[in-house]
T-cell receptor, first 117, second 119 residues
Framework: AQKVTQAQTEISVVEKEDVTLDCVYETRDTTYYLFWYKQPPSGELVFLIRRNSFDEQNEISGRYSWNFQKSTSSFNFTITASQVVDSAVYFCALSEMIYNQGGKLIFGQGTELSVKP | ETGVTQSPTHLIKTRGQQVTLRCSSQSGHNTVSWYQQALGQGPQFIFQYYREEENGRGNFPPRFSGLQFPNYSSELNVNALELDDSALYLC??????????????????FGPGTRLTVL
């Protein structure tokens, strides 16, 4: 069965520290998509990145970087030089086909990141 | 700003009542998905609508139902509310994929959610 595991429930760092959020997934599909979302206290899920299963190239966007390793079924997210505004709950998600017609998102439990000044 | 709006922001109901939650998708997005997020949990897929028809359902009972309208708005209806229905309800819209069908590659853009409390 498809599943996403975020083993870190809570992480607390001091501003300017680097932090890595782990994500491990399970799927039987050969084609799938992985996502990261950020959920600030306001509640709205903010899209950060989408990665397909055929592209294992790491991606960097400003202070954010993602490490996709198909061999270990992991899609980890690193924030470099963290800032207080990065404090939020971060979700990793897997996109699954529905009856070969579409996709639903399967989310992990989330990692609550607290960045202290 | 994703362009996805939801109403109301908060809602308090009592057990056994019925509730309707509303969502307005981004213009041009033909797919809307609804998720339930219990406190401290990740969102759980309820169902998805594509071009006004249900396109898949998660593990939720029939008392959870939905509608999608041609003007990019949609509704989630829950009958016979139970205490465990207390949660944040999120809708997400996504553009239709190539070939005119929903594509798992489509990014889903979420609204701010409706927090439902059942007493």
């Amino acid at each position: 069965a498809q599943k996403v595991t975020q083993a870190q429930t809570e992480i607390s760092v001091v501003e300017k520290e680097d932090v890595t959020l782990d994500c491990v997934y399970e799927t039987r599909d050969t084609t799938y998509y992985l996502f990261w979302y950020k959920q600030p206290p306001s509640g709205e899920l903010v899209f950060l990145i989408r990665r397909n299963s055929f592209d294992e190239q790491n991606e960097i966007s400003g202070r954010y970087s993602w490490n996709f390793q198909k061999s270990t079924s992991s899609f980890n997210f690193t924030i470099t030089a963290s800032q207080v505004v990065d404090s939020a709950v971060y979700f990793c998600a897997l996109s699954e086909m529905i009856y070969n017609q579409g996709g639903k998102l399967i989310f992990g439990q989330g990692t609550e990141l607290s960045v202290k000044p | 700003e994703t362009g996805v709006t939801q109403s109301p922001t908060h809602l308090i109901k009592t057990r056994g009542q019925q509730v309707t939650l509303r969502c307005s998708s981004q213009s041009g997005h033909n797919t809307v998905s609804w998720y339930q997020q219990a406190l401290g949990q990740g969102p759980q897929f309820i169902f998805q609508y594509y071009r006004e028809e249900e396109n898949g359902r998660g593990n939720f009972p029939p008392r959870f139902s939905g509608l999608q309208f041609p003007n990019y708005s949609s509704e989630l209806n829950v009958n016979a509310l139970e205490l465990d229905d207390s949660a944040l309800y999120l809708c997400a819209s996504s553009p239709s994929g190539t070939g005119g069908s929903v594509d798992p590659a489509d990014t889903q853009y979420f609204g701010p959610g409706t927090r439902l409390t059942v007493l």
